[in-house]
């Protein structure tokens, strides 16, 4: 079964830190594009993180820059995300999702179920 499973969200303080972590099963993660995504209440889903295949390049939303982390460890089919310097505005639901590298139009992303941070003192 294809699927995604993030851990490690909670309730952390305003300037804590807090790693997420992606663990897919089913497919074979250094075949996929890997991307984070959070979503606020009552706002649209937004892109926070982007890495290539083998970690050799990242991208980062313009809020999250220089506080937060993606990385991949291929080996253990696993996608993390750290998050530094937190703020009460990273507060959201953090999917994370695969898009296979060269797949025609169509082919189908996986995306996890999702895990919930809350920043709040």
């Known amino acids: 079964q294809v699927q995604l499973v993030e851990s490690g969200g909670g309730l952390v303080q305003p300037g804590e830190s807090l790693r997420l972590s992606c663990e897919a099963s089913?497919?074979?993660?250094?075949?996929?594009?890997m991307r984070w995504y959070r979503q606020a209440p009552g706002k649209e889903r937004e892109l926070v993180g982007t890495?290539?295949?083998?970690?050799?390049?990242?991208d980062y939303a313009d809020s999250v820059k220089g506080r937060f982390t993606v990385s991949r460890d291929n080996a253990k089919n696993t996608l993390y995300l750290q998050m530094n310097s937190l703020k009460p505005e990273d507060t959201a639901v953090y999917y994370c999702?695969?898009?296979?590298?060269?797949?025609?139009?169509?082919?189908?992303?996986?995306w996890g179920q999702g895990t919930l941070v809350t920043v709040s003192s």
């Open positions: 999702n695969a898009r296979r590298v060269g797949a025609a139009p169509g082919y189908p992303e996986v």
């Open positions: 890495i290539t295949m083998f970690g050799s390049a990242t």
């Open positions: 089913g497919f074979t993660l250094s075949r996929y594009t």
